[in-house]
């Protein structure tokens, strides 16, 4: 079974950095495209960043420059290095799976929130 | 930047409904376009993949439509499970949501 699992979220000052967690279990990370996505309190979805299998990356404007997607293979984990956080980055972060262009794993998130 | 306008932002229906949203993009996405129901609380669930291909245990009741810019999203016969907000998603280019359509009973 497909399982995501994040962790790593928490309560930052403005300015702060952070690392979140996104195990995967049931298959092979650096096998599929692997997705951030984030959910501000009451808002819509938003696509943070994706690690394609091949390893490239890439980011939405909101974020270049300040987070960074990253993988270990051995450890079958996604990683998600936030730098200079603003408190517009207060939201629940989802890690995301798709062997094609869907996101069909989902974890069950896990709540930032930055405040000065 | 490709934008996904979506409506209605909320829509009230009533069980056994046919209920459709719409789903516009700024730009010819073809039909790279997915559909994801979210229950509060919840991560996002894949229901429709490539504008009209159905996930594997989805109910047939879902269905989508569309090519170009304009796309649809249908449940032929709404149920009180499917209380929910639906998101369209773009990945022409890179990737973008609609702003969402939270269903009402």
């Known amino acids: 079974e497909v399982q995501l699992v994040e962790t790593g979220g928490g309560l930052m000052q403005t300015g702060g950095s952070l690392r979140l967690s996104c195990a995967a279990s049931?298959?092979?990370?650096?096998?599929?495209?692997m997705y951030w996505v984030r959910q501000a309190p009451g808002k819509g979805l938003e696509w943070v960043s994706v690690?394609?299998?091949?390893?490239?990356?890439s980011y939405a404007d909101s974020v270049k420059g300040r987070f960074t997607i990253s993988r270990d293979n051995s450890k079958n984990t996604l990683y998600l290095q936030m730098n200079s956080l603003r408190a517009e980055d207060t939201a629940v972060y989802y890690c995301a799976s798709s062997n094609g262009f869907a996101f069909d794993h989902w974890g069950q998130g896990t709540l930032v929130t930055v405040s000065s | 930047d490709i934008q996904m306008t979506q409506s209605p932002s909320s829509l009230s229906a009533s069980v056994g409904d046919r209920v459709t949203i719409t789903c516009q993009a700024s730009?010819?996405?073809?039909?790279?376009l997915n559909w994801y129901q979210q229950k509060p609380g919840k991560a996002p669930k894949l229901l429709i993949y490539a504008t009209s291909n159905l996930e594997t245990g989805v109910p047939s009741r879902f269905s989508g439509s569309g090519s170009g810019t304009d796309f649809a999203f249908t449940i032929s016969s709404l149920q009180p499970e499917d209380i929910a907000t639906y998101y369209c998603q773009q990945y022409d280019s890179l990737y973008t949501f609609g702003q969402g359509t939270k269903l009402e009973i």
């Open positions: 690690l394609y299998s091949g390893g490239v990356t």
């Open positions: 049931g298959f092979t990370v650096s096998y599929n495209h």
């Open positions: 730009h010819d996405i073809s039909n790279y």
